[in-house]
């Protein structure tokens, strides 16, 4: 596996310097607070990425304000308790979009989030308590506990809420294999495995952090 500093030369060079890399990564910012992210907040962003998947982002974005009054601003405990009738007539509800297994996603989530609350307090306590030495495992607990949070939605939502944590895209799994970690998009156990070790033996390299790393990536192969 190659060294986080030969990544890092590598997109310096393809992108013309150190100073014009920089350009292309994100502010340094403060870590976010994830324990003080509301649940109603959390569930606004799964809906969010749910929709989104497959779909044309700006549409769930000009279609926003209707979600969030045909969604009660996302309370968690009132979509829990959606009846399938309910459900039935979110379906036909011109002001978002009628997709009704992901109307119906939007409960199966907010019981999510109640379980999880019953243990931890709120969701944000829950992502704050979860070590992203270990990102892969907090996918999978997404994947097999909520509704259609598998894959890059779920890594997307976890992004957006402010947990540390790679996007694979595709310009990230090549570059994954250009270092040798994996020698395909890694969606096994081993593979992600993998991944997810290369990670925690970057950071150490470069005390940056997942989603710097992740960029850095990129940009040595795109």
Known sequence: MQHFDQIYERASARKGGDQALQGFLDPIREPIDLAALSDAEVLAEMTACVFRAGFVWKVITAKWPGFEKAF?????TQCAMLSDEEIEELSSNTDIVRHRTKIVSVRANALYILDIRAEHGNFGTFLESWPSSDFVGLWSHLKKNGSRLGGQTG?????????DTPILSRDVVAALISAGVVDKEPTSK?????????????????????????????????
């Open 190 to 222: 081993k593979g992600l495995a993998a991944t997810q070790d290369a990670f925690n033996v970057w950071r150490e390299q470069s005390n940056r952090s997942a989603r710097e790393i992740s960029r850095i990536l990129a940009l040595s192969v795109g």
């Open 72 to 76: 009660d601003g996302f309370d968690v």
């Open 155 to 163: 890594r997307y939502c976890l992004r957006f809420l402010g947990y």
